[in-house]
């Protein structure tokens, strides 16, 4: 696999070496050894999987304090961009942000450490979106951060109006009002 290095520090794309024949691909998906020689340690406990349809948008969420989450993320089925957002008030790319397309075709993976919101917005007719965690969910520890904050300035690839997105993501706060780390 080749570990590429972001503009953010901690957040990691991760493309791996893909073996296709007339029978199709194979592919390691996750080698510890490997991840936490480019990456570091990180006890992954849990495995989701999310299925959505075009213009879905999941995010920008993240966990709060010691429930807070590190990701490893991928698509098994369709495309996607996928956003990871520097909300640790002391780091230097503090509001900044993280996107790739992540698809069934090239194969990547995305991992973005705690202290970040995360969300993905659908750009295929269905994608089945599939993630490590390293801490599970806990409803009391969850948040949000609106997808369209101005201040954050995220370039999502679809008009606004095709956006599909819930009530409680709608609801969600601007970075400058939100719990932070």
Same mark, same amino acid.
């Given at each position: 696999?080749?570990?590429i290095?972001?503009e953010? $520090?901690g *957040? #990691?794309i991760?493309?791996?070496? *893909?073996?296709?024949d007339?029978?199709?691909?194979f592919?390691? %998906? #996750?080698?510890?050894?490997?991840?936490?020689q !480019?990456?570091? !340690?990180v006890?992954?406990? +849990?495995?989701?999987?999310?299925?959505?349809?075009?213009?879905?948008l999941?995010?920008?969420h993240?966990?709060?304090?010691?429930?807070? +989450?590190?990701?490893?993320?991928?698509?098994?089925?369709g495309h996607?961009?996928?956003?990871?957002?520097?909300?640790?008030?002391n780091?230097p790319?503090?509001?900044? !942000? *993280?996107?790739?397309? =992540?698809?069934?075709?090239? /194969?990547? +993976?995305? &991992?973005?450490?705690?202290?970040?919101?995360?969300?993905f917005?659908?750009?295929s007719?269905?994608? *089945? &979106?599939?993630?490590?965690?390293?801490?599970?969910?806990?409803?009391?520890?969850e948040a949000s951060?609106? &997808? $369209?904050d101005?201040? =954050?300035?995220? +370039? #999502?690839?679809?008009d %606004? /109006?095709d956006?599909?997105?819930? %009530?409680?993501d709608l609801?969600a =706060?601007?970075?400058?009002? %939100?719990?932070?780390?």
């Amino acid at each position: 696999m080749d570990y590429i290095k972001t503009e953010i $520090d901690g *957040v #990691w794309i991760i493309q791996p070496k *893909v073996f296709n024949d007339a029978r199709g691909y194979f592919f390691e %998906a #996750w080698k510890k050894e490997e991840f936490e020689q !480019h990456v570091g !340690h990180v006890d992954f406990i +849990q495995d989701n999987e999310s299925k959505s349809s075009y213009g879905v948008l999941r995010g920008l969420h993240y966990q709060k304090g010691s429930f807070s +989450q590190a990701k490893l993320v991928r698509v098994i089925k369709g495309h996607v961009v996928d956003v990871a957002v520097d909300i640790r008030r002391n780091s230097p790319t503090f509001g900044k !942000h *993280v996107m790739v397309e =992540l698809s069934d075709e090239n /194969k990547r +993976q995305f &991992f973005i450490p705690r202290g970040f919101a995360h969300g993905f917005l659908v750009l295929s007719d269905e994608a *089945v &979106f599939t993630y490590k965690v390293d801490n599970p969910y806990a409803p009391q520890a969850e948040a949000s951060i609106r &997808f $369209d904050d101005p201040e =954050l300035a995220i +370039q #999502w690839p679809i008009d %606004a /109006k095709d956006i599909l997105t819930s %009530a409680k993501d709608l609801s969600a =706060l601007a970075l400058k009002d %939100a719990e932070l780390f």
